[in-house]
């Protein structure tokens, strides 16, 4: 896969993203998750898919991901959505879209369809987490992580093998993004993909991503011993399977 390219949004600001490009048509954007990359295996596979399909791709590293500028640190989901919406304009323009969301890449779907809502024909997600920053982090913080972060502005959190700089101005930036108290009317295709064993976010987000679409045609899929990625072959081809019942 090495149709990557960089779109250069201001003078020191670079978006690396993958994209397969169609004149006049549908395209599958996929949004990644939470300090990820376009190096796995789901963009690889819905790329693949697209060009199989006859579709457009579009999918992109937000700022102070993978191969973009910027660091992490310094981003927020308002930041990281407005990379999105500036990508889509360019390389999507007027055609019709599929949102595919990852994890935080669900957060950041929906606040597309503000700047989207006529193009916006389906949305998948995968192991949907809106909100996640107030409701999974600060939530579930001690009061001297509380107090620290306030503090030092960063906390540094381990998860399995990870570590993860959290900013005191992510998690403030998370409130001023609130989704999951809208009503969405459109009609549309939205299935959310779970894993009932995920480990990180609970199967009742995709649910709350589901009642906020009230005309919509929907579908919650759980998926037995499924995790959060949902990147094993089986379950790859099922994410595949549920793209294609909503483009057809």
């Known amino acids: 896969m090495t149709n990557f390219s960089y779109f250069k949004i201001k003078r020191n ?8 490009s169609k004149r006049k048509g549908t395209y599958i954007v996929f949004l990644h998750g939470f300090m990820s990359d376009l190096e796995g295996k789901k ?3 819905f790329y693949n898919f697209a060009k199989k399909n ?3 791709f579009l999918a992109l590293e937000y700022s102070g991901h993978g191969k973009s500028s910027g660091k992490f640190v310094n981003g927020n989901v308002s ?3 407005k990379d ?3 990508l889509i304009k ?3 323009k007027k055609n019709k879209i599929i949102l595919v969301g990852s994890s935080m890449g669900a957060w950041i779907s929906l606040n597309q369809f503000k700047f989207f809502k006529k193009q916006i024909k389906g949305f998948l997600g995968i192991g949907s987490a809106p909100e996640f920053l107030e409701r999974l982090m600060w939530n579930k913080f001690t009061r001297k992580e509380k107090k620290e972060i306030k503090k030092d502005g ?3 959190l381990k998860h399995g093998d990870y570590e993860y700089p959290i900013t005191y101005q992510l998690i403030k930036d998370g409130r001023k993004n609130k989704v999951l108290h809208k009503k969405i009317y459109q009609k549309i295709y939205i299935t959310m993909v779970h894993g009932n064993k995920d480990k990180s976010v609970p199967v009742s987000y995709s649910k709350k991503i589901l009642n906020m679409f009230l005309n919509s045609k929907k579908k919650l899929v759980i998926v037995k011993n499924g995790d959060h990625s949902l990147s094993s072959p089986k379950w790859l081809k099922l994410l595949k399977t549920e793209l294609k019942l909503i483009i057809n």
Do not use: D, E, Q
């Not at 600001?13 to 397969?20: D, E, V």
């Open 13 to 20: 600001k670079k978006i690396r993203y993958l994209n397969h």
């Open 79 to 81: 930041k990281w959505s």
């Open 54 to 56: 006859n579709l457009g």
């Open 84 to 86: 999105t919406t500036t």
């Open 90 to 92: 360019k390389v999507v």
């Open 154 to 156: 960063i906390i540094h």
């Open 43 to 45: 963009p690889k596979a």
